[in-house]
C-alpha cells in the first residue's frame, strides 16, 4: 500500500462516516470531527449511527488505529494534511442549500490553521462554494499560503455508499493549483493505483489491479457543478420514466418491457429507469432544488428541473389514487404499509415517498401497519404508533387481517415474499406496489388483485366475500 496519510473529516453523517471508514481502509490515519457528542461516544463505543452495508466491519477492524472519534476539531485539524467538510447542507428557503453548516465549521478550522492545510468540500454544495470559504478563511486572518481549498463531490448511494466510495465510476477533484490537486491525488493513489484492492480483505466491487479508480482533474466550479448536475440528470430519469409509465397504463402497454427496450440503448442504459413512487432521500430532492436556484441566480432557464419535481410529486398522488381506487373508500381500511425508507437498503426516511403515503393513508382515515427491515425506528420519531398507526415485528404480522398490502420500498426481503403465507394472511388478497416488485400473471396466479405502476391492474376472476383470517 501506498504510504498513509493524515486526514481529518469532519461530520460523521452519512458521507463523512462512510468517507472516515473508507479511508481507513484505504491505509490512512483518520480522525472524524462531530459537534454531537452523543455520537461521539456512540462511535468510540463501537456503535453504527446508520444502517450501511459494510461499514460496522470497516469500522470494527479500523476504529482506535486507522480511525478514532472526536469532538476537539483544532487538534485533528492541527495534525492532518488534508482536512474533508462532510456536515449537512440542507434545503433552505427558495430552494438555496443552506451552508450555515460549512460556514461555521469553515470558521473553526480557521482558528486551527498553523501550517499548510488542504480544505476539502466533501459535502454537496452548489458552484462558487469554494470561493466562499475562500473568503470567511481571510476574513478570519488565516495567511493565503497556509491553505488550498478544493472540491471533491462524493457520488454515494445511500445503501452501497461504501462500494461506491471504493470502488467509484469517477473521483472528480476541483483544485486551483498542482500543489492542492496533487495531495489529493496522494489521498486516492490506494484507489487510482489500484493497490487497495490487491490487499487481504478488500471490499469486492467492480475496480480492480487491472481496472484502478479514474481520477479527474477539473476547475471548482466545474467540480461543483458535475455533482449537482449528475444528481439532477439522474432525477430526470426517474421522472421521465414515471411520465413514461402513466402512459403506458392509459394505453395497455407494459412500462418493465418498455423500460427494458429503452435500457438496451447504450447511450442511455438500464439505470433509474425503475418506474414507481419516484425519488426521495438526502440528495436529489435537496439538489434539484439547489441546481435550480442556482441557475435562477444566474439567469438561466433550467425550467426541466421544475417539471422533473413536479412530476415526482405527483407520482405520490397517482399511487394513493391507484390505493383509493382499488379499495373504494379509506376510512376505517385496515392497510399493510411495506415499506418506510426512502428506497431499499438503507434507514434513511428522509423526503421518503413511503412516509408521504402514508401519512396521506392516515389524514384519509385508514387504519395502518407498518413494517421496514431497517427504518422503524426512524420512523417513529416521524410517525409516532397511535390507535391508527402500529408497527410490526415482520411483514406477514404487518398483513394480518389487512384489506390490501402496499408496497412503499423495494426492500430485497420485499421481493421474496411467501406470497401463499401472504395471501392468507390478508383479509382480502389485494396488493398494490409502488415499487413493481412482482409480475401480474405471478400475483394473480397465486390469487391476488394485483396494482402496480405503468402496468394494468390484474385482478381476480372473482373477488369473493372477506375470508376468515388464519388462526
Not at 452519512?14 to 468517507?19: D, I
Not at 421521465?240 to 442511455?268: K, W
Not at 430532492?285 to 410529486?313: C, M, S, T, Y
Request: proline share 4%; net charge negative.
Amino acid at each position: 500500500m501506498p504510504e498513509h496519510m493524515s486526514i481529518c473529516v469532519i461530520g460523521s453523517g452519512y458521507v463523512g462516516l462512510v468517507a472516515a471508514a473508507c479511508f481507513a481502509d484505504m491505509g490512512h490515519k483518520v480522525v472524524c470531527v462531530d459537534n454531537d457528542e452523543v455520537r461521539v461516544k456512540q462511535l468510540c463505543e463501537g456503535g453504527v449511527p446508520i444502517f450501511e452495508e459494510h461499514l460496522p466491519e470497516l469500522l470494527a477492524k479500523h476504529a482506535g488505529t486507522n480511525v478514532v472519534f472526536t469532538s476537539r476539531l483544532a487538534d485533528a485539524v492541527e495534525q492532518s494534511e488534508a482536512v474533508f467538510i462532510a456536515v449537512g447542507t440542507p434545503q433552505g428557503d427558495g430552494g438555496a442549500a443552506d451552508l450555515s453548516y460549512v460556514e461555521a465549521v469553515v470558521a473553526e478550522i480557521a482558528r486551527a490553521i498553523k501550517s499548510y492545510k488542504v480544505i476539502v468540500e466533501k459535502s454537496t454544495v452548489p458552484v462558487y462554494t469554494n470561493d466562499w470559504i475562500r473568503r470567511v478563511l481571510h476574513r478570519h486572518g488565516v495567511d493565503q499560503d497556509l491553505f488550498d481549498v478544493v472540491s471533491n463531490p462524493e457520488f454515494l448511494r445511500e445503501g452501497t455508499a461504501v462500494t461506491d466510495f471504493l470502488h467509484p465510476d469517477r473521483i472528480v477533484v476541483g483544485a486551483r493549483n498542482e500543489q492542492s490537486a496533487e495531495i489529493l491525488r496522494r489521498v486516492y493513489q490506494p484507489l487510482t493505483g489500484g493497490a487497495y484492492y490487491a490487499q487481504p480483505g478488500a471490499v469486492p466491487g467492480t475496480c480492480g489491479m487491472g481496472r484502478p479508480a479514474k481520477l479527474l482533474v477539473t476547475s471548482t466550479q466545474s467540480a461543483e457543478i458535475i455533482k449537482h448536475a449528475s444528481n439532477a440528470f439522474l432525477a430526470m430519469k426517474i421522472s421521465f420514466i414515471n411520465a413514461v409509465a402513466n402512459l403506458a397504463e392509459a394505453v395497455d402497454a407494459d412500462i418493465e418491457d418498455i423500460a427494458a427496450g429503452i435500457g438496451l440503448d447504450s447511450r442511455i442504459g438500464p439505470k433509474f429507469l425503475r418506474a414507481g413512487l419516484g425519488y426521495g432521500g438526502s440528495c436529489f430532492p435537496k439538489d434539484v432544488a439547489a441546481f435550480h436556484w442556482v441557475a435562477q441566480e444566474r439567469g438561466v432557464n433550467l425550467q426541466l428541473l421544475e417539471e422533473v419535481r413536479k412530476i415526482n410529486d405527483t407520482q405520490r398522488e397517482v399511487f394513493f389514487n391507484k390505493v383509493r381506487s382499488a379499495l373504494w373508500t379509506l376510512r376505517g381500511k385496515r392497510l399493510a404499509a411495506l415499506g418506510l425508507a426512502f428506497k431499499g437498503d438503507t434507514d434513511d426516511i428522509r423526503e421518503s415517498p413511503a412516509i408521504a403515503i402514508v401519512k396521506q393513508l392516515l389524514q384519509a382515515g385508514a387504519i395502518v401497519t407498518a413494517y421496514d427491515p431497517a427504518a422503524m425506528e426512524r420512523a417513529k420519531e416521524t410517525l409516532p404508533p397511535a390507535a391508527n398507526l402500529k408497527y410490526a415485528e415482520d411483514l406477514y404480522e404487518a398483513a394480518k387481517d389487512a384489506d390490501a398490502a402496499l408496497i412503499l420500498t423495494d426492500w430485497k426481503e420485499f421481493a421474496q415474499i411467501d406470497l401463499a403465507r401472504l395471501n392468507r394472511a390478508l383479509r382480502f388478497p389485494i396488493v398494490i406496489d409502488g415499487r413493481n416488485l412482482f409480475k401480474p400473471r405471478e400475483m394473480q396466479s397465486h390469487g391476488f388483485t394485483y396494482v402496480s405502476v405503468g402496468r394494468q391492474a390484474s385482478y381476480q376472476a372473482q373477488e369473493g366475500k372477506p375470508r376468515e383470517s388464519p388462526v
